[in-house]
């Protein structure tokens, strides 16, 4: 079984210009969840997509912003970049609700913005 | 905000040693989860406790529950240096809608 996927691995980007993350789940999952581990920092929770719908979202402001695709996959897209944007992007997905079952992650998307 | 604050923030041990981490969080939870990641790359789901099991065990791993004291305990038994990684722990809220997580204890394991 293929794990979760993310693309690209390292993007470098300068500042007011736009990123987009991909992120593809395991088979069969439904729910992608989007989180920013910031350098020393623990993960913050950014979005939830579940079945093409955005279903919750962290205290991020609105240049985050992402979609889910009818095959589950899921894109990130952060506008107008700012330096302290710059962190891992992790991608995961579940077959169930978060806290009700694991979270299966990718490697991430390093994104540094110069 | 953060829900989960692990203790301590960094561990440094010897090969064949136990480690022990703590997890402290703030509100009612459904279950608690412990991650480890290694340098730089995604994290791997260790073990789920719900909030009705005091205790769980997985091959060296052993977490414990204490809902009255909102805290969690994860402890490695034996450990090696390929247990060398960050451990994290996430709470899941009632709402079930996102899983939170700590800052993580650093493990450092030294052959």
């Known amino acids: 079984e293929a794990g979760v996927t993310q693309s690209p691995t390292h993007l470098i980007k300068t500042r007011g210009q736009q990123a987009t993350l991909r992120c593809s789940p395991i088979?069969?999952?439904?729910?992608v969840y989007w989180y920013q581990q910031a350098l020393g920092l623990g993960l913050q929770f950014l979005l939830w997509?579940?079945?093409?719908?955005?279903?919750n979202r962290g205290n991020f402001p609105p240049r985050f912003s992402g979609r889910q695709f009818p095959n589950y996959s899921s894109e990130l897209n952060v506008n107008a970049l700012e330096l302290e944007d710059s962190a891992l992007y992790l991608c995961?997905?579940?077959?169930?609700?978060?806290?009700?079952?694991?979270?299966?992650f990718g490697n991430g998307t390093r994104l540094t913005v110069t | 905000s953060q829900q989960g604050e692990e203790d301590p923030q960094a561990l440094s041990i010897q090969e064949g040693e136990n480690a022990t981490m703590n997890c402290s969080y703030k509100?009612?939870?459904?279950?608690l989860q412990w991650y480890r990641q290694n340098s730089g790359r995604g994290l791997v789901h260790l073990i789920l406790?719900?909030?009705?099991?005091r205790e769980k065990h997985s091959g060296r791993l052993r977490v414990t529950l204490d809902t009255s004291k909102k805290s969690s305990s994860l402890l490695i038994t034996a450990s090696r240096a390929a247990d060398t990684a960050s451990y994290f722990c996430?709470?899941?809220?009632?709402?079930?809608?996102?899983?939170?997580f700590g800052t993580g204890t650093r493990l450092l394991v030294s052959p």
């Open positions: 995961a997905s579940s077959s169930g609700q978060a806290g009700n079952s694991p979270l299966h």
């Open positions: 088979s069969g999952h439904t729910s």
């Open positions: 997509y579940d079945e093409g719908e955005e279903r």
């Open positions: 509100t009612s939870i459904n279950n």
């Open positions: 406790i719900r909030s009705n099991e």
């Open positions: 996430a709470t899941g809220n009632t709402g079930f809608q996102k899983l939170v």
